[in-house]
């Protein structure tokens, strides 16, 4: 089923949650809200629900205008962060439940509920979790059950509120790669909150970037973290440096260095700029033309990457990520004078940052 969200706005009292926000879901894709906390992404998901309503704009599900319709009528299945599994019921009759308490001519046979319960407990990997009761379950494996008991009542839109939030980083990790590969079998079409960025990039096909109750860009995960509409989406997305300076003929003029940029990058005046830490070049001594001239404060290398932090002229700290080996082979250490080649410069008008 498609989504498209047209023109929402949502006040409480004075303050506007969300404002004027659309956005297209086609059917079967997996889109994530992504913005930070307050943002807006909950009041939007229940919204699309049915579980809240708009002051104003539509909420069109497969083409049909369904903003004033019920919860029960919209066909939504939902996963929240605190999974409200029943305590006191086996695993096999949390996944039921939802057929169970359907009205008897929609019901299907206690047979048929058995079977679909076991298909779908194969499907989340846990059908050998049947008769254990929730308490009994991990964290990961009960939102794993959450799921199968969102599902069982066939959705036709899949919404999932932070379902990851309460768990620990690994167990987030792997959960999300295991929630893209059964979206991928299933193709339901879903939505999911989260302010996790790197959470959004690895799962959505579509990213929904949300500030302040505005969208501020919607694409690929590869094109919102790549070219960043906003000052907001490249600070949000990851880590980045932030560089204040100005644009003059074609350079970014940060204190006395000055930056070649591409022939559209950037118009004449006061410039906020930004580089992500993998996107230096780093070149032993202060004689490269077109580079920031640093000085090495401290290098942390664990793992794959040195993390480089340097001084930049009045005393700016610069993050850079270079391959370990890489990094070994220019023979530089702590204290050590580096010019510094962005290889990739987002610029945007200083203006833009307040916005
Ligand atoms: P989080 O990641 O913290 O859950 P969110 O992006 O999901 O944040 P929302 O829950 O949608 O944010 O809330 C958006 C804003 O609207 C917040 O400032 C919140 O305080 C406010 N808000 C939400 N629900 C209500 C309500 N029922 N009454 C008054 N204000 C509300």
């Given amino acids: 089923m498609s989504i498209a969200i047209r023109n929402i706005s949502k006040q409480f009292g004075a303050f506007k949650a969300l404002d004027d926000v659309s956005i297209d879901v086609p059917s079967g894709e997996l889109v994530a ?6 943002c807006g992404k909950t009041t939007l998901l ?3 629900a049915g579980l809240d309503f708009a002051d104003s704009g539509q909420i069109v599900l497969d083409g049909d205008d369904a903003s004033a319709r019920h919860v029960r009528e919209r066909h939504v299945g939902f996963v929240f962060q605190h999974y409200a ?6 695993i096999a009759d949390n996944v039921a439940f939802g057929l169970r308490v359907k009205p008897r001519r929609e019901r299907l046979a206690e047979a048929d509920i058995k079977r679909r319960v076991k298909r779908l407990l194969e499907l989340v990997q846990l059908d050998w979790l049947a008769d254990r009761y929730p308490s009994q379950l991990s964290g990961g494996q009960r939102q794993r059950i959450a ?3 969102a599902l069982a009542v066939d959705p036709k839109v899949l919404l999932l509120d932070e379902p990851f939030g309460a768990l620990d980083a690994k167990v987030r990790k792997e959960l999300r790669r295991w929630l893209r590969q059964l979206h991928d079998e299933i193709h339901v079409t879903s939505v999911f909150v989260t ?6 990039l690895e799962v959505s096909d579509r990213v929904v970037v949300i500030n302040k109750g505005k969208v501020e860009q919607i694409g690929t995960p590869e094109s919102v973290y790549d070219h960043p509409a906003t000052p907001f989406v490249a600070n949000f997305l990851g880590s980045v440096n932030l560089f204040h300076g100005r644009v003059e003929d074609g350079h970014l003029h940060v204190g006395n260095d000055a930056l070649a940029l591409g022939a559209s990058e950037g118009s004449d005046g006061k410039a906020v700029a930004f580089v992500r830490p993998h996107e230096f070049d780093l070149v032993p001594g202060w004689d490269e033309q077109g580079a920031l001239a640093a000085r090495i ?12 932090e340097l001084a930049h002229g009045d005393g700016k700290l610069i993050e850079v990520s270079l391959g370990r080996d890489a990094f070994r082979l220019l023979g530089l250490s702590e204290g050590d004078r580096v010019s510094l080649r962005p290889r990739h410069i987002r610029v945007f008008p200083t203006d833009a940052l307040a916005a």
């Fill in 85 to 90: 599994l029943f305590r006191h019921m086996s």
């Fill in 33 to 38: 809200l992504l913005g930070p906390s307050g």
């Fill in 195 to 200: 302010h996790d960025q790197e959470e959004a």
């Fill in 147 to 149: 799921l199968a008991r």
């Fill in 297 to 308: 404060v401290r290098v942390v290398s664990v793992g794959p990457s040195a993390q480089i």
């Fill in 46 to 48: 229940r919204i699309i």
